[in-house]
């Protein structure tokens, strides 16, 4: 048996909250894993944190992820087949399709913006030469002569995205590698990159020299060490992040398979300084450790000229900050290099600063700096009583996890390192998404002719993606065969009574259990002529809560808060849904005993039903207050027939409140809060 929980336990909240969610690249709509898997688990803490902190203390900004490679060979392959738009619109109108996607989610965000569009470019622009000037004035920024890939045929410098390769990362299968990361989000040198082939002429590419500016990203090993072991013993963190985390902060090593031994001996003399570890059991390679990563980049050139293939290990690098492409924030001469641009992963790390800066400044401008509880980025960003959390998905915990941990401690202005709340995929119809597969993913806008938005966002948060990766099987696009149809045709599991959707078994929460608790105590209340019953007012009835509901309210309070607190969603929606039962069974229980008992004594009948509404009334209001982030468009027209303004209502300072208590803070007496009528047969959940 679960032990109760203790208001004298209660997590700690910060005073403000900054939520992100990941940024999506401004060359494509949004697809079902961006929405499940990141921005309807960020909309659901971040609402809850309105509700538990205060609205004007909480921001949730995102937005497009405008510059970088991908997007640029996207934008060059839609010009060859016609399209004559500049790139700036061409992102504009991928990201205006994003927003409306969101929008159709009910995803609020408090400022959806594009790091190279209005309002939001020249403040990223500012922010990126602040922070590269700041990293320069603390001697952590670099200028490295490294190899760029250069296609001859095409007679230019190519970007990331126009090179594809190998991974070269020991254990890692991807067939989808760029210059210098993989598609699982593995780093490397555009020298280890193994076959590369130029997506312009399809030839092998050469390797020339290009000067960037680069970021000491290995001088930080011993702090993200000891940052890595806090988190590891704060008890919120999911293991995914730690973990992959501690992959990154090895010694720099080169795997050698066995049979290249021979030749390795050969010029094991001209090596720098390094040791050898030994093949264990029947393992097909030996490993070669270097006390940094230059003596394992000096040992490249030796290993190739004597034949010796090998595979790099996760280790830090210097994190590259600017690169030469055209499309991309451009970073001043005065940093050291000429015509430069910032590389698109440090510029979008710091964007949702930069989108911070921009809410509040839009904010002021506007005339409704109230809004919120500051208007000082600092205050959000490097407050010791603020903190930002970031929804990310887990191929992005290097970038977050690691080098931006470094970038912050390196800044020097006080920045809080962000709690990352980092998903694991959203699987489809139990492999990984591909666009290319036989049943490729619906974009997310397509899943809605399918279903209602609240339908879905409850049942993604109920996939538990902070354990592991959970299958998307939506029965709209299930394709398999599970028998044949009278003319012999077969027949698919999309058109098959018989195959239940997986999709909607959270719906039914709602639209039954959910639903059916609102309207008895809306209908159970309301005034009907010739009825003499004084349940019958029109109004919440005062009286306190039984016992047995009194402690499923705080128990269901308490589990909720610890739930979120800990970022188990789906143990959140497990804990509403067994408090939506219990307290639709303890109604339907209590009412009948009522009616059965007022048959033969009216008076006893009465105060049994106000009872049975008084505990119903008072499980309603705390269930909507949880359920608030999960579908907040049913909540909030719950609210609405609760007569009560939803800043009040949904306000966690009320939450463990009785009834009464609450009403009084209304500034009305207990018993004298009317409700807005119910019309007849109406639903608050109607999918």
Same mark, same amino acid.
């Given at each position: ?113 594009? !790091? ?217 001469? !005065? ?20 989108? &911070? ?16 509880? !500051? ?12 903190? +930002? ?128 608790? +609102? ?24 009286? &306190? ?78 269930? &909507? ?63």
């Amino acid at each position: 048996m679960a032990s109760k929980l203790s208001r004298d336990t209660r997590p700690s909240w910060p005073r403000r909250a900054i939520v992100t969610a990941g940024m999506p690249y401004g060359n494509k709509n949004l697809h079902f894993g961006h929405v499940g898997g990141v921005f309807i688990p960020a909309d659901f803490f971040a609402r809850f944190l309105r509700d538990r902190l205060g609205a004007e203390n909480v921001l949730f900004v995102s937005g497009t992820d405008c510059y970088g490679s991908p997007i640029m060979e996207s934008y060059r392959k839609l010009c060859e087949t016609g399209y004559d738009k500049p790139i700036g619109a061409y992102v504009q109108e991928n990201h205006d399709r994003q927003e409306k996607t969101l929008e159709a989610y009910d995803i609020a965000c408090d400022l959806y913006a594009g !790091s190279a569009l209005e309002p939001a470019a020249h403040v990223h622009e500012q922010v990126t030469d602040e922070i590269l000037h700041r990293l320069m004035d603390a001697g952590v920024l670099n200028k490295r002569s490294t190899l760029q890939f250069y296609d001859t045929q095409a007679g230019q410098f190519l970007n990331g995205r126009q090179v594809i390769g190998r991974c070269p990362i020991q254990g890692c299968k991807s067939e989808k590698a760029y210059a210098d990361e993989c598609d699982l989000g593995h780093q490397f040198e555009p020298e280890e990159l193994i076959a590369p082939i130029s997506q312009l002429s399809n030839t092998a590419p050469e390797l020339r020299p290009v000067e960037n500016l680069y970021f000491d990203l290995p001088a930080y090993l011993d702090y993200l060490k000891q940052h890595v072991d806090k988190l590891e013993h704060d008890g919120i963190t999911r293991s995914v992040v730690t973990k992959t985390m501690e992959e990154w902060l090895l010694p720099p090593v080169l795997y050698i398979q066995n049979k290249f031994r021979e030749a390795f001996d050969a010029i094991e003399a001209e090596l720098p300084a390094h040791t050898v570890e030994e093949p264990e059991g029947n393992k097909s390679s030996f490993t070669v450790v270097f006390p940094s990563w230059q003596e394992r980049d000096e040992a490249h050139a030796v290993l190739a000229k004597g034949g010796v293939r090998f595979r790099s290990g996760k280790a830090l690098v210097p994190f590259r900050i600017t690169g030469n492409i055209e499309w991309g924030v451009p970073v001043d001469d !005065s940093c050291g290099c000429h015509g430069l641009t910032c590389w698109v992963w440090p510029e979008s790390l710091w964007a949702p600063i930069s989108f &911070t800066r921009t809410a509040l400044a839009e904010a002021e401008r506007a005339g409704k700096g109230e809004r919120y509880a !500051s208007l000082d980025w600092h205050d959000w960003w490097c407050s010791e009583d603020a903190h +930002a959390y970031q929804f990310i998905g887990q191929d992005n915990i290097y970038f977050y996890g690691i080098a931006q941990t470094a970038l912050w401690a390196a800044l020097g202005c006080n920045m809080q390192q962000s709690t990352l709340v980092a998903n694991y995929h959203v699987l489809y119809m139990g492999k990984k998404a591909s666009s290319s597969s036989k049943t490729p993913p619906p974009p997310a806008s397509e899943l809605l002719e399918h279903y209602d938005a609240e339908q879905l966002r409850a049942h993604f948060l109920s996939l538990g993606l902070s354990e592991k990766p959970v299958s998307f099987s939506p029965k709209a696009y299930d394709l398999r065969e599970t028998g044949k149809n009278q003319d012999g045709t077969a027949l698919l599991a999309r058109d098959d009574k018989r195959v239940i959707d997986p999709v909607l078994k959270e719906g039914t929460l709602l639209t039954g259990v959910f639903n059916r608790l +609102a309207r008895s105590c809306f209908y159970g209340v309301a005034e009907r002529e010739g009825d003499e019953s004084h349940v019958r007012t029109g109004c919440i009835p005062a009286g &306190t809560a039984s016992a047995a509901a009194a402690d499923a309210i705080e128990q269901a309070v308490l589990g909720f808060e610890d739930a979120m607190h800990r970022f188990e969603f789906h143990r959140a929606l497990g804990v509403c849904d067994a408090f939506l039962r219990a307290a639709n069974k303890r109604w339907s229980d209590a009412s009948k005993a009522a009616k059965a008992a007022g048959a033969e004594d009216p008076a006893r009948g009465d105060d049994l039903m106000k009872q049975a509404l008084v505990d119903a009334f008072a499980e309603l209001r705390v269930a &909507t207050v949880l359920m608030h982030g999960v579908v907040p468009r049913g909540c909030e027209l719950i609210c609405e027939y609760f007569n009560i303004a939803p800043e009040v209502f949904f306000s966690w300072d009320h939450v463990l409140e009785t009834t009464d208590e609450f009403v009084r803070a209304l500034g009305e007496e207990p018993g004298s809060h009317r409700v807005k009528v119910l019309p007849p047969r109406f639903d608050f959940f109607a999918y």
